[in-house]
């Protein structure tokens, strides 16, 4: 349920939230809960926003991060030093304060001053409409995809889609082997070896682990007919990507952010 994403809040904010939240109409279009320390919390919709009459404080944010880590902070440090922690279900926090610099890399977050929850929602069939653009009748497998976009246009929940569809199968695709690399967890919501997303029966799902990794130790050890990541954008990832489309004939599907379009899908 949606609704559980209230209970890792601290107690007062948590009632704030069931008590202004009350309709599935409005948890349908909510997409970001963002609590400040001294601010207003501010609910962020599809089109519009809500600022709610309560002023976070200090022990509200640590009472909310305690909770996101399972009483355990110190367990989630690498997550926390990256800027961000999945929970069940993928929604991902965002994590703002005073980082700590050594060797050029963020080694603690500490003094946190914002956490920004970020709605994760898969959308059964999104997908439907487009899967034709991208199947390969003719050797009956996939065209090597690249689903480019700008931040927050829907890049990861089609993808999610697209891989629930060709690992299903469809009436025009027989159900491919899909290896997922789900590095920030968006994709499959992992939860204690389950995935929490309907990503479909052939998937196989690498988690929390680096794509450049993750692509290599799935081609290895899975025989994946297709190779899914999301959000590529580093060096490594594009090496990885040429290697992948080198080994055996692997299909791919990536993710990235770029203004470039060559299908635009509405």
């Known amino acids: 349920m949606l609704y559980d994403i ?25 997409e970001e809960i963002r609590i400040r320390n ?41 997550e926390i030093c990256e800027g ?16 700590v610099i050594e060797n050029n890399k963020v080694i603690n977050i500490n003094y946190i001053s914002s956490l920004n929850f970020r709605i994760a929602k898969q959308i059964i069939g999104c997908s439907n409409n487009m899967l034709n653009n991208i199947i390969d009748r003719k050797n009956e497998n996939i065209y090597n995809t690249l689903i480019l976009s700008l931040p927050g246009a829907g890049k990861t929940t089609l993808l999610r889609d697209i891989v629930r569809n060709i690992s299903n199968g469809s009436e025009f695709l027989k159900g491919l082997t899909v290896g997922l690399v789900d590095e920030r967890g968006e994709i499959s919501a992992m939860y204690k070896g389950e995935a929490q997303n309907d990503i479909g029966n052939r998937t196989d799902v690498l988690a929390n682990i680096p794509k450049a990794i993750g692509m290599k130790m799935l081609i290895r050890s ?28 692997k299909r791919n599907l990536y993710s990235t952010w770029s203004e470039f379009k060559r299908i635009i899908f509405k």
Do not use: W
């Open 38 to 78: 001294g601010k207003n919390i501010i609910l962020k919709f599809n089109s519009n926003e809500k600022i709610i009459n309560y002023i976070v404080n200090s022990k509200d944010i640590l009472e909310t991060l305690q909770n996101i880590c399972e009483n355990s902070i110190y367990s989630y440090q690498k």
């Open 84 to 99: 961000y922690i999945t929970i069940k279900g993928g929604h991902r926090i965002g994590i703002a304060g005073n980082c």
């Open 6 to 30: 209230f209970n890792f809040f601290s107690n007062n904010i948590s009632k704030i939230l069931k008590e202004t939240m009350k309709t599935e109409d409005e948890m349908k279009f909510l």
């Open 222 to 249: 899975m025989a994946p007919q297709v190779i899914v990541a999301d959000e590529i954008g580093s060096n490594e990832d594009i090496i990885a990507i040429n290697e992948a489309m080198c080994s055996r004939h």
